[in-house]
């Protein structure tokens, strides 16, 4: 059984240790990150700066949700944004490793910059067991790079300090239960953001498409769940393929991309079982969908692979 209060003491202990100078971390505003975060800030307060980047892959509402998220738990929290820089560096890349690689290495580089203006020595982070285990970290085959391991260059200047690096995911939420952050039941969402969600051309107009149908799942979702009508998925989202198909909008033909609506039951990612939803909730987010991307998309599919064999994000 995880006992949540002694790790908390015993990770200030250690990070008091290993931070005796200035220190930085990357914020999400996921939980990973965020727990991490208030770890370092309770074991160093000023010593860190805690620094959130807009890649521009983020979802509706998100980057405001974690500034309020973080000023709630009296955390400075420094916004770069650095959306034109991502999508700039990401013309013309589809193949998900080579854009997991650009991800991170951007991250690291932007980190690098910030790191210059604090003068900081070590970066904290908030890796958790699985990231690195199908990064090809343990004895399996690289499944995929995680934005905050595999996209690490080998030039980096920072020292790394990882506090969840032997946790998963469900332990990492009693921490944030037992730290009394707001994020505990938040679901995960991957480092790379809306980027592994859009799947062929990254343009800003087609995240756009993604950010808002995400946003149409997690509303019709949340909002059945409290009704009643469903249990709510560990993780669930939509994904942008690069799949045009023909459709018809009124009289007029239609030549539009594909929405995929994921959902899975899971314990800590490593494994999956897709959700049953009821089709009249599919077919309410279908609708929606539809209806706000009109001639962007005309076709919504749902995706009944556990994992394995798929994994939980498309890319
Ligand atoms: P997969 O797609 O590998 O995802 O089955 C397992 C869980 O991890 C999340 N995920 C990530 N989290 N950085 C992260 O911090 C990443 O690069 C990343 N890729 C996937 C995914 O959303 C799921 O919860």
Redesign the pocket.
């Known amino acids: 059984m995880f006992d949540a209060q002694s790790f908390i003491e015993e990770s200030i202990e250690e990070l008091k240790a290993k931070i005796t100078q200035t220190a930085i971390i990357a914020c999400?505003g996921?939980v990973?990150?965020t727990v991490a975060a208030v770890l370092a800030h309770r074991a160093v307060g000023d010593l860190l700066h805690c620094v959130y980047v807009d890649t521009g892959f983020m979802r509706k509402g998100e980057t405001q949700e974690v500034e309020q998220m973080f000023a709630d738990a009296g955390i400075d929290l420094i916004t770069v944004d650095a959306s034109d820089r991502y999508f700039d560096a990401l013309v013309g890349v589809t193949e998900p490793e080579h854009k997991?690689k650009v991800?991170?290495e951007m991250f690291i580089r932007i980190f690098e910059e910030e790191q210059v203006k604090v003068d900081a020595h070590c970066l904290v982070q908030?890796?958790?067991a699985?990231?690195w285990i199908?990064s090809g970290g343990g004895v399996r085959d690289t499944?995929?790079?995680?934005?905050?391991?595999?996209?690490l260059p080998e030039d980096m200047t920072l020292e790394v300090v990882e506090p969840l690096r032997e946790l998963y995911?469900d332990e990492v939420r009693d921490l944030a239960r037992a730290l009394g952050i707001k994020v505990a039941e938040r679901?995960?969402?991957?480092?790379?953001g809306l980027a592994?969600r859009t799947l062929g051309d990254l343009t800003k107009e087609r995240v756009a498409v993604v950010r808002e149908c995400c946003a149409i799942v997690e509303e019709e979702f949340q909002a059945a769940s409290e009704r009643g009508e469903m249990d709510l998925p560990?993780?669930y989202?939509a994904a942008l393929l690069p799949v045009r198909s023909v459709g018809v909008h009124g009289d007029v033909r239609a030549y539009g991309e594909t929405i995929v609506v994921r959902a899975v039951k899971?314990m800590d990612?490593?494994s999956?079982r897709y959700s049953e939803i009821p089709h009249s909730i599919l077919q309410k987010v279908s609708t929606k969908i539809t209806n706000a991307c009109k001639g962007a998309v005309n076709r919504v599919v749902y995706d009944i692979t556990h994992?394995p064999p798929?994994?939980?994000?498309?890319?």
């Open positions: 999400s996921g990973d990150s997991r991800i991170g908030g890796t958790i699985p990231d199908e499944i995929k790079s995680h934005h905050n391991v595999g996209g995911k679901q995960p969402f991957p480092g790379p592994v560990w993780q989202y899971s990612g490593m999956a994992k798929g994994t939980i994000e498309w890319e």
